[in-house]
T-cell receptor, first 115, second 110 residues
Framework: DADVTQTPRNRITKTGKRIMLECSQT?????MYWYRQDPGLGLRLIYY???????NKGEISDGYSVSRQAQAKFSLSLESAIPNQTALYFC??????????????FGPGTRLTVL | GEDVEQSLFLSVREGDSSVINCTYT??????LYWYKQEPGAGLQLLTY?????DMKQDQRLTVLLNKKDKHLSLRIADTQTGDSAIYFC??????????FGKGTRLHILP
């Protein structure tokens, strides 16, 4: 069973619609992240959360919001989707390891298309 | 500022060694990572190196770190078709967040 799951895996929507992408993890990690991946731009951090009461903006948070409903759940919302939000979205978790490493564990991704 | 740079593409013949290079700007990096992304999947950690090391070997993978030049490389020996993927370099800044490069797409030639 996957440790980090994302739903939906694919979504096509129209400009102006509200969309929620969900992420669940069974790794027991405190830290969770949302990234978007665009061709040639790599991964860009949207929001991150180090525990249930902690939410931080990443480098491209405009147009997005998040909710950390529980340690295991972190959802990303697009309040009013626009075409340039068409991308592959990844959720990730991490926990500072024994050696201080911050290995990230990624979900399978959600492909979002905004028409 | 924080930035991680790597070339976007690399083509290598099957059986040869692949060397993927990366440069970073933040000298306070504690760990540097290499992640692999196969088609249609998320990223998976391949290996990491602590900033006070200069080399780490793990089977076919060798990571070299030149802290003075802020240069990191990943060498894959005896490259196979299954190594075809996008490879991301990343740095950890004081255990706070991870900065990823744009990824190098490794293409294997027959």
């Amino acid at each position: 069973d996957a440790d980090v799951t994302q739903t939906p895996r694919n979504r096509i929507t129209k400009t102006g619609k509200r969309i929620m992408l969900e992420c669940s993890q069974t790794k027991g990690h405190d830290r969770m992240y949302w990234y978007r991946q665009d061709p040639g731009l790599g991964l860009r951090l949207i929001y991150y959360s180090f525990d249930v009461k902690d939410i931080n903006k990443g480098e491209i948070s405009d147009g997005y919001s998040v909710s950390r409903q529980a340690q295991a759940k972190f959802s990303l919302s697009l309040e009013s989707a626009i075409p340039n939000q068409t991308a592959l979205y990844f959720c990730a978790t991490s926990d500072l390891g024994r050696e201080g490493t911050d290995t990230q564990y990624f979900g399978p991704g959600t492909r979002l298309t905004v028409l | 500022g924080e930035d991680v740079e790597q070339s976007l593409f690399l083509s290598v013949r099957e059986g040869d060694s692949s060397v993927i290079n990366c440069t970073y700007t933040d000298s306070s990096s504690t760990y540097l990572y290499w992640y692999k992304q196969e088609p249609g999947a998320g990223l998976q950690l391949l290996t990491y190196i602590f900033s006070n090391m200069d080399m780490k070997q793990d089977q076919r993978l060798t990571v070299l770190l030149n802290k003075k030049d802020k240069h990191l490389s990943l060498r894959i020996a005896d490259t196979q078709t299954g190594d075809s993927a996008i490879y991301f370099c990343a740095e950890s800044i004081s255990g706070d967040k991870i900065i990823f490069g744009k990824g190098t797409r490794l293409h294997i030639l027959p």
